[in-house]
């Protein structure tokens, strides 16, 4: 099991970013994916999370209304549409299934004027 994350810099508070997740090695239509994300010297919080079909999300608090997660099973892909950005939101943002295998790389996203 593989996860690729991408998309993640440097941005301005307000501005946004659009992260990609290339998953492989299982099936990835039949897993429940999410997306984590671990600020310095904090623990790996879970951001949102998408059923197996798509049709299902949550978020965490801190960013309902800012984040939007959303998968293509035909491209074995998750994606994460972050606007409005806050210094708060700087981390390395991570995808994993629901269970989670072993951990990718990560994106670090960092916001800060």
């Known amino acids: 099991v593989q996860f690729v994350e991408s998309g993640g810099g440097l941005v301005q508070p307000g501005e946004s970013l659009r992260l990609s997740c290339a998953a492989s090695?299982?099936?990835?239509?039949?897993?429940?994916m999410a997306w984590y994300r671990q600020a310095p010297g904090k623990e790996r919080e879970t951001v949102a999370v998408?059923?197996?079909?798509?049709?299902?999300?949550s978020y965490t608090n801190s960013v309902k209304g800012r984040f939007t997660i959303s998968r293509d099973n035909a491209k074995n892909t998750v994606y994460l549409q972050m606007n409005s950005l806050t210094p708060e939101d700087t981390a390395v943002y991570y995808c994993?299934?629901?269970?989670?295998?072993?951990w990718g790389q990560g994106t670090q996203v960092t916001v800060s004027s």
């Open positions: 090695g299982f099936t990835f239509s039949s897993y429940t």
């Open positions: 998408i059923n197996s079909a798509g049709r299902g999300t």
């Open positions: 994993n299934g629901l269970p989670n295998w072993d």
